[in-house]
């Protein structure tokens, strides 16, 4: 009778240790050295040295004039792919949201325990925005987009998760249709985001991020509604 194979192969160990330089990268604000990448990935500098090269081969990362490592132009046409109808139909929401609001708007997934900028807006005309970048990734038991998209987490869904618990905010979410947070992902930041439920795709949520401090949620979520209405027409 065939045996199943050891869950930590050589190969597969390899494979996971390439996707984690990536993801290495690009939560790093800047290019990173060899040991630097070999230091967060736990292992030693040849073996760093190795990936790094094989991903460079392929175009997933590039190398600048003092040898440091960051994402190539490969990653962004493969991200371009990742729910291509979804990115779509909320670049133009996005857009309208980011400029009537002077404030950067996103589109945010679940992706396992983590919630995954897919794609984001900065206003046009503001002397001034909070950068938010593709990619960016936080826990779904922080900020607003987390909470919002907890709020409509089915039974299954939150088994699948194990052991995450939803937050006390996300019921009152659930009531007003939005949730809000500061201080939590960055501090000094505020956001407020809806939840956006589409068939076949992850649960996801529209939001904004902005410097904290006078401005009403209440409207601010109301527009988020209006936004994520016209994604949903966009897509039926």
Do not use: C, K
């Amino acid at each position: 009778m065939a045996t199943a194979s050891a869950p930590d192969t050589p190969h597969s160990q390899t494979l996971s240790r390439g996707i984690r330089v990536l993801e290495i990268l690009a939560e790093s604000d800047e290019p990173m050295t060899i040991a630097a990448v070999s230091a967060a990935l736990g292992v030693h500098r040849s073996i760093a040295y190795r990936i790094l090269r094989t991903l460079e081969s392929h175009g997933l990362v590039v190398r600048d004039a003092a040898g440091s490592m960051q994402l190539g132009p490969r990653m962004a046409a493969l991200a371009r792919s990742v729910s291509r109808d979804l990115q779509a139909a909320a670049l133009p929401a996005l857009t309208a949201l980011a400029n009537d609001l002077t404030m950067t708007a996103f589109l945010a997934v679940l992706d396992r325990h983590e919630v995954v900028t897919l794609v984001s807006v900065e206003p046009t005309h503001a002397h001034a925005a909070v950068a938010q970048r593709p990619g960016t990734r936080h826990p779904l038991a922080s900020g607003a987009p987390g909470i919002a998209i907890q709020s409509v987490l089915t039974e299954s869904q939150w088994q699948a998760l194990g052991d995450e618990h939803p937050r006390a905010e996300a019921a009152d979410a659930r009531r007003q249709g939005y949730a809000t947070s500061h201080d939590e992902v960055i501090p000094g930041l505020a956001s407020v985001a809806v939840p956006l439920v589409l068939p076949g795709q992850p649960p996801a949520a529209i939001a904004v991020v902005y410097v904290a401090g006078g401005r009403e949620v209440a409207p601010i979520g109301a527009r988020l509604a209006d936004a994520v209405a016209a994604v949903r027409a966009e897509l039926a």
